[in-house]
């Protein structure tokens, strides 16, 4: 069974930069596609952003193309989200999540494992 670790979470003024990151553990063969959701007060869980190993592969939200980064330590079984130029609606609870499969689906059901998420709160 894979565990899935957030930390990173905090709270930042708009326009200011947090980085997430995710460690997965439990299981020799780390998930193929690893990758990050958030859940605003009120709101459904979205997908923001994910990257597959074999091969290469990220996605990402229209709304933090340009603003947030996704990038893989494999050594490391680590997801980080570099976040920059942060926007007050971008606060939410920020979730790891990870499958075994290849693709990048936006659905929360796709994916098997998920962390405990981290909360991200930008003040206007």
């Known amino acids: 069974q894979v565990q899935l670790a957030e930390s990173g979470g905090g709270l930042v003024p708009a326009g200011g930069s947090l980085r997430l990151s995710c460690v997965a553990s439990g299981r020799t063969v780390m998930p193929n596609t690893m990758g990050w959701f958030r859940q605003a007060p009120g709101k459904e869980r979205e997908f923001v952003a994910a990257?597959?190993?074999?091969?290469?592969?990220?996605k990402a939200k229209d709304s933090v193309k340009g603003r947030f980064t996704i990038s893989r330590d494999n050594a490391k079984n680590t997801v980080y989200l570099q976040m920059d130029s942060l926007l007050p609606d971008d606060t939410g609870v920020y979730y790891c999540?990870?499958?075994?499969?290849?693709?990048?689906?936006?659905?929360?059901?796709?994916?098997?494992?998920w962390g405990q998420g981290t909360q991200v709160t930008v003040s206007s």
């Open positions: 990257m597959s190993r074999i091969p290469t592969f990220t």
């Open positions: 999540a990870a499958r075994d499969a290849t693709a990048i689906p936006l659905t929360m059901n796709a994916y098997n494992y």
